[in-house]
């Protein structure tokens, strides 16, 4: 360890006095800062590389000149901002009269580690390599920001003009000829009409200048351009006026009034957004400098208003504004006689929906970029951390690769972290592969992977079948005939058309075999590829006789790859194992359970519950509670047709269903509509994410954009809401017996959303034991990349004679604090740590508080706003030998980065003009 050496303070009056002293500056001086207000960083360093002339220093500072011998100035500077050397600044840092010092003796007691000057030499040429290569890259990353801002302008300016409708366009009316600026033609039914001619434009009132006793006057909430930026509305921070009470009343802001800025920087006038919140217990007004805009009648959407107004319509404000010492004035006059598209009242709620639709989808881009570069300064203190302790590689790149460097040129990192050589059973990989081979050529006739999957257990069970009706011992016949021989004697379309009837006539059946066969078709309409996917099933091996411990891992290898083709929402679906498996570890379901997945997916919950009992099954268990793991112990219900037939096979060569059996495990309806016709002892379950939507009649289309969301309400549930995750929390409830335990994945917001969240919450944490929240790491949601996931594990619990809340105390694992997981990488998700401090085979109150692990007590939870339970485990102050590593943190990022390329993908797909008659092409 190493003292500063010589330090001096300042400041000095004069350049003479300073040199007299000896306390001018000189290029391989150190400053640092000794003093400042609240937020400043005190101890910050800085190196003088060079001066202009005479300089001195203030008495804010400290200057410290080191024996270059011993050590390099820039390593010091380095070495200064490591987490050990600000450690024992922040504890000697002193507040006093709203400011923040350390003394200089402070400052010169400091230690810092010492290497050899060689070495220190060659510690901060690589730190420097490194932090080169993080600019960079988060460059480019602030560059893509510019460019989603210049995305969502274009998008929404094309979208208020009419340029995305599909039509002839007319001319603007003579009405609006007057108008300095020639305004853009819109679409036949548009019209371009004045805003004064809509809606009612008035001036926010001056503030009142009488005593403050005035009994006429009451306090309200004066809105100024300040409180225009920002997701939300800053009421607690809003200032107070006094108005008289009848001129409170006609300026009271009401939900739908749109405000516009009418003076202030010029960057922010003509600004203009929507006022959504009645407050009945406060009056909030506009100030002078804002002006209220209120609809006359349905003519015109107000969000549109505001849409056009930030876009297009802005830039027709800011160039009528007046300017003057660099502030900007905007007349009442000019704001009635602006000119704005108003599209046929039918057509304005599609357009807004779409609209907001692309501008929400772009604001989830942005924020996943943000977090990215949020993380680069993480990044940049850990790559510090591992120069010093000597363990950041040198980055020796070759000269080719830094002459393209400087030219520009970025090289790219993997966005996903290679997997582990290791000794799998390869054999089931390549099964499995067999078994997909053929879908990349189908997918080209526009079969998904989900139909894909069908197509292949339907000849799958009738593979089985074949097999179990010509085994040796214990025959089964299940379908009163060889239905995969016939399919030997027929070809060409004559092979489509027996395949077809054959499917038709098995959906009639009952039981496990209707279940598999409802409704079911042959999406393969090309004898060719019908007779293909046919011999790649049946030349795989016997999938009953031969290694029978393989069929469900082929099978699961199988569906993973269905899971993996992210252009179709199949991996909604699929659920990752290694988070099914830590799940079922912690709930440990027994023989004596009765286990429910309302939302079954493709069944991999169920079947590793039944796995799971298999495994820890006691000898001497009867034979009818081991029978009833068949009949009905073991049960789920599916929305979605083609994936209730893979979990039904799924279940099927796991061992959790009969072939012979007359009702399947897996039934096909809406679970949220009606209340449980039974109860469970465990539920387990991954509900889709999103709304619940009504399509209107009229449309016929499932078009997201045109469809309304549908708030379920049912008699049994706490609060009636269209979002789906807090329905389906509030169905486990109702499917449980008092006792019985949950597990539920859901996304963040339902941990903090208000209305109808914050009221589930509440009932769940009074009515239930709400024990453990585990926090995923990104990359857990197959369906919605980006998507961050958690786990709510809790009990029903019977109500207290007090009526105090059944939970005690809320367990919140943080897996998210130092841990990167993708689907590649599950190994590095910190799940078998989650389920160590979970301690499933003990009493929670033996569960032992961590950096990553927190209690929190069901009064503080209830105390919170909202009730929100948006929590992380308190990391404190890590230890600086715990610091994650750089590349874990830079694997975070792209990730981060790679989902944010995906999204954009798909924009661009979706902003791709569509193909016309004189573009198309057949091929």
């Given at each position: 360890?190493a003292?500063?050496?010589e330090s001096?303070?300042?400041p000095?009056?004069?350049?003479?006095?300073?040199?007299?002293a000896?306390?001018?500056?000189r290029?391989?001086?150190?400053?640092?800062?000794?003093?400042?207000?609240p937020?400043?960083r005190?101890g910050r360093?800085?190196?003088?590389?060079q001066?202009?002339?005479?300089?001195?220093?203030?008495?804010?500072m400290?200057?410290?000149?080191?024996?270059?011998?011993l050590?390099?100035?820039?390593?010091l500077?380095?070495a200064w901002e490591?987490?050990?050397v600000?450690?024992q600044?922040?504890?000697?840092?002193?507040?006093?009269a709203?400011?923040?010092?350390?003394?200089?003796?402070?400052?010169?007691?400091?230690r810092l580690?010492?290497?050899?000057?060689?070495?220190?030499?060659?510690?901060?040429?690589?730190?420097?390599?490194?932090?080169?290569r993080?600019d960079?890259?988060?460059?480019a990353?602030?560059?893509?920001?510019r460019?989603?801002?210049d995305?969502?302008?274009?998008?929404?300016?094309?979208?208020?003009?009419?340029r995305?409708?599909?039509?002839?366009?007319?001319?603007?009316e003579?009405s609006?000829?007057?108008?300095?600026?020639p305004l853009?033609?819109?679409?036949?039914?548009?019209?371009?009409?004045?805003l004064?001619?809509?809606?009612?434009?008035?001036?926010?009132?001056?503030?009142?200048?009488?005593?403050?006793?005035?009994?006429h006057?009451?306090?309200?909430?004066?809105?100024?351009?300040?409180?225009?930026?920002?997701?939300?509305?800053?009421?607690?921070?809003?200032?107070?006026?006094?108005?008289?009470a009848?001129?409170?009343?006609?300026?009271?802001?009401?939900?739908?009034?749109?405000?516009?800025?009418?003076?202030?920087?010029?960057?922010?006038?003509?600004?203009?957004?929507?006022w959504e919140?009645?407050s009945s217990h406060r009056t909030y007004?506009?100030n002078?400098?804002?002006?209220?805009?209120?609809?006359?009648?349905?003519?015109?959407?107000?969000?549109?208003?505001a849409?056009y107004?930030?876009?297009?319509g802005?830039?027709?404000?800011?160039?009528?504004a007046?300017?003057?010492?660099?502030l900007?004035?905007?007349g009442?006059?000019?704001?009635?006689?602006?000119p704005?598209?108003?599209?046929?009242?039918?057509?304005?709620g599609?357009?807004?929906?779409?609209?907001?639709?692309?501008?929400?989808?772009?604001?989830?881009?942005?924020?996943?970029?943000?977090?990215?570069?949020?993380?680069a300064?993480?990044?940049?203190?850990s790559?510090?951390?591992?120069?010093?302790?000597?363990r950041?590689?040198?980055?020796?790149?070759t000269?080719?690769?830094n002459?393209?460097?400087?030219?520009?040129a970025?090289?790219?990192?993997?966005?996903?972290?290679a997997?582990?050589?290791?000794?799998?059973?390869?054999?089931?990989?390549?099964?499995?592969?067999?078994?997909w081979?053929?879908?990349?050529?189908?997918?080209?006739?526009?079969?998904?992977?989900?139909?894909?999957?069908?197509?292949?257990?339907?000849?799958l069970?009738?593979k089985v079948?074949?097999?179990l009706r010509?085994?040796?011992?214990?025959?089964?016949d299940?379908?009163?005939?060889d239905?995969w021989?016939?399919?030997?004697?027929?070809?060409?379309?004559?092979?489509?058309?027996?395949?077809?009837?054959?499917?038709?006539?098995?959906?009639?059946?009952?039981g496990v075999?209707?279940?598999i066969?409802?409704k079911?078709?042959?999406?393969?309409?090309?004898?060719?590829?019908?007779?293909n996917?046919?011999?790649?099933?049946?030349?795989?091996?016997?999938?009953w006789?031969e290694?029978?411990?393989w069929?469900a891992?082929?099978f699961?290898?199988?569906?993973?790859?269905?899971?993996?083709?992210?252009?179709?929402?199949?991996?909604?679906?699929?659920?990752?194992?290694?988070?099914?498996?830590?799940i079922?570890?912690c709930?440990?379901?027994?023989?004596?359970?009765?286990?429910?997945?309302?939302a079954?997916?493709?069944?991999?919950?169920?079947?590793?519950?039944?796995?799971h009992?298999?495994?820890?099954?006691?000898?001497?268990?009867?034979?009818?509670?081991?029978?009833r793991?068949?009949?009905?112990?073991?049960r789920?219900?599916?929305?979605?047709?083609?994936?209730?037939?893979?979990?039904?096979?799924?279940?099927?060569?796991?061992?959790?269903?009969?072939?012979?059996?007359?009702?399947?495990?897996?039934?096909?309806?809406?679970s949220?509509?009606?209340?449980?016709?039974?109860?469970?002892?465990?539920?387990?379950?991954?509900?889709?994410?999103?709304?619940?939507?009504?399509?209107?009649?009229s449309?016929g289309?499932?078009?997201?954009?045109?469809?309304?969301e549908?708030?379920?309400?049912?008699?049994?549930f706490?609060?009636?809401?269209s979002?789906?995750?807090?329905?389906?929390?509030?169905?486990?409830?109702?499917?449980?017996?008092?006792g019985?335990?949950?597990a539920v994945?859901?996304?963040?917001?339902?941990?903090?959303?208000?209305?109808a969240g914050?009221?589930?919450?509440?009932?769940?944490l009074?009515q239930c034991?709400?024990?453990?929240?585990l926090?995923?790491?990104i990359g857990?949601?197959g369906?919605?990349?980006?998507?961050k996931?958690?786990?709510?594990?809790?009990?029903?619990?019977?109500?207290?004679?007090?009526?105090?809340?059944?939970?005690?105390?809320?367990?919140?694992?943080?897996?998210?604090a130092?841990?990167t997981?993708?689907?590649d990488?599950?190994?590095?998700?910190?799940?078998?740590?989650?389920?160590?401090?979970?301690?499933?085979r003990?009493?929670?109150?033996?569960?032992?508080?961590?950096?990553?692990f927190?209690?929190?007590?069901?009064?503080?939870?209830?105390?919170?706003p909202?009730?929100?339970?948006?929590l992380?485990?308190?990391?404190?102050?890590?230890?600086?030998?715990?610091?994650?590593?750089?590349h874990?943190?830079?694997?975070?990022?792209?990730q981060?980065?790679e989902?944010?390329?995906r999204?954009?993908?798909?924009?661009?797909?979706?902003?791709?003009?569509?193909?016309?008659?004189?573009t198309?092409?057949?091929g």
């Amino acid at each position: 360890m190493a003292d500063l050496g010589e330090s001096r303070e300042g400041p000095w009056a004069s350049a003479a006095e300073a040199e007299a002293a000896d306390h001018l500056i000189r290029p391989g001086d150190i400053l640092m800062s000794r003093s400042g207000g609240p937020g400043a960083r005190i101890g910050r360093a800085a190196l003088v590389r060079q001066t202009t002339g005479p300089m001195t220093y203030p008495g804010t500072m400290v200057r410290v000149r080191v024996d270059e011998r011993l050590i390099d100035p820039e390593y010091l500077v380095l070495a200064w901002e490591s987490r050990a050397v600000r450690g024992q600044i922040e504890s000697s840092v002193r507040q006093g009269a709203g400011m923040h010092h350390i003394a200089a003796r402070d400052l010169e007691r400091v230690r810092l580690p010492l290497p050899p000057r060689c070495k220190q030499e060659r510690i901060k040429t690589s730190l420097a390599f490194w932090l080169s290569r993080v600019d960079e890259e988060e460059a480019a990353v602030r560059d893509t920001l510019r460019r989603v801002e210049d995305l969502r302008t274009l998008v929404i300016d094309h979208g208020v003009l009419g340029r995305t409708t599909i039509g002839l366009y007319a001319e603007p009316e003579d009405s609006t000829a007057a108008h300095r600026a020639p305004l853009p033609a819109v679409p036949v039914g548009w019209r371009w009409v004045a805003l004064g001619e809509l809606a009612e434009v008035v001036r926010g009132p001056m503030a009142d200048s009488r005593r403050a006793d005035d009994p006429h006057e009451v306090e309200v909430g004066s809105l100024r351009p300040a409180d225009f930026r920002g997701e939300q509305w800053p009421h607690e921070r809003m200032p107070t006026v006094r108005l008289d009470a009848r001129k409170a009343e006609v300026n009271r802001l009401r939900p739908g009034d749109v405000l516009f800025v009418l003076s202030g920087q010029p960057d922010s006038l003509g600004f203009a957004r929507v006022w959504e919140q009645d407050s009945s217990h406060r009056t909030y007004v506009p100030n002078h400098h804002v002006a209220r805009v209120r609809m006359a009648g349905d003519a015109l959407h107000p969000r549109l208003l505001a849409l056009y107004a930030n876009g297009p319509g802005r830039r027709q404000l800011q160039g009528a504004a007046r300017s003057t010492a660099g502030l900007a004035s905007l007349g009442l006059d000019q704001l009635r006689q602006t000119p704005v598209p108003v599209p046929p009242l039918a057509e304005q709620g599609t357009l807004l929906a779409s609209l907001e639709a692309w501008s929400s989808e772009l604001t989830s881009v942005t924020a996943s970029a943000e977090e990215a570069l949020a993380m680069a300064d993480l990044l940049r203190d850990s790559c510090r951390e591992q120069a010093l302790a000597g363990r950041l590689p040198h980055g020796a790149a070759t000269s080719s690769e830094n002459d393209a460097r400087l030219k520009g040129a970025l090289t790219v990192p993997p966005t996903t972290p290679a997997r582990r050589s290791v000794n799998r059973p390869s054999e089931v990989e390549r099964r499995a592969e067999r078994l997909w081979s053929s879908f990349p050529l189908l997918s080209d006739d526009g079969l998904t992977a989900l139909e894909y999957g069908e197509q292949v257990t339907y000849l799958l069970f009738l593979k089985v079948a074949q097999e179990l009706r010509h085994r040796p011992l214990n025959r089964v016949d299940v379908l009163g005939r060889d239905a995969w021989d016939e399919l030997a004697l027929h070809e060409g379309t004559e092979l489509v058309q027996y395949y077809g009837a054959l499917l038709a006539e098995l959906g009639e059946r009952g039981g496990v075999v209707g279940r598999i066969f409802h409704k079911a078709q042959n999406r393969l309409r090309r004898p060719l590829h019908l007779q293909n996917l046919i011999r790649q099933v049946g030349e795989g091996f016997s999938w009953w006789d031969e290694r029978p411990e393989w069929r469900a891992p082929v099978f699961d290898a199988f569906l993973a790859r269905c899971a993996q083709d992210h252009r179709t929402a199949a991996g909604q679906y699929f659920t990752h194992r290694e988070l099914i498996d830590a799940i079922v570890a912690c709930c440990r379901p027994t023989v004596e359970d009765t286990i429910v997945d309302p939302a079954a997916g493709t069944g991999g919950f169920l079947v590793r519950s039944f796995e799971h009992i298999a495994r820890h099954l006691l000898p001497g268990v009867p034979p009818v509670q081991r029978e009833r793991l068949s009949h009905g112990a073991i049960r789920g219900t599916e929305l979605v047709e083609a994936t209730a037939r893979l979990a039904t096979m799924n279940l099927f060569l796991h061992g959790v269903e009969r072939l012979d059996g007359n009702r399947a495990a897996i039934e096909v309806r809406d679970s949220l509509t009606v209340g449980p016709r039974r109860q469970a002892t465990l539920v387990l379950a991954d509900p889709p994410l999103g709304q619940r939507r009504w399509v209107p009649p009229s449309t016929g289309t499932p078009d997201l954009h045109g469809a309304e969301e549908l708030a379920l309400a049912r008699p049994d549930f706490w609060a009636a809401t269209s979002h789906q995750q807090l329905n389906f929390i509030q169905h486990v409830y109702t499917l449980l017996e008092i006792g019985g335990r949950a597990a539920v994945v859901v996304p963040d917001g339902v941990l903090f959303m208000k209305g109808a969240g914050e009221r589930v919450r509440k009932q769940l944490l009074k009515q239930c034991d709400v024990h453990t929240l585990l926090r995923l790491p990104i990359g857990f949601s197959g369906g919605s990349l980006g998507v961050k996931l958690n786990v709510l594990f809790f009990e029903k619990a019977a109500a207290r004679p007090d009526g105090s809340p059944a939970t005690r105390h809320l367990w919140v694992y943080d897996a998210r604090a130092g841990h990167t997981a993708v689907a590649d990488s599950p190994e590095s998700s910190g799940l078998d740590a989650f389920v160590a401090a979970y301690r499933p085979r003990h009493p929670r109150d033996s569960r032992v508080a961590s950096r990553v692990f927190k209690p929190y007590s069901v009064d503080a939870l209830l105390a919170r706003p909202d009730v929100n339970l948006d929590l992380g485990a308190d990391l404190g102050e890590e230890e600086p030998g715990d610091a994650p590593e750089p590349h874990l943190i830079a694997q975070q990022i792209s990730q981060r980065l790679e989902d944010v390329w995906r999204r954009f993908a798909r924009l661009a797909k979706e902003l791709a003009p569509p193909r016309d008659a004189r573009t198309f092409r057949s091929g």
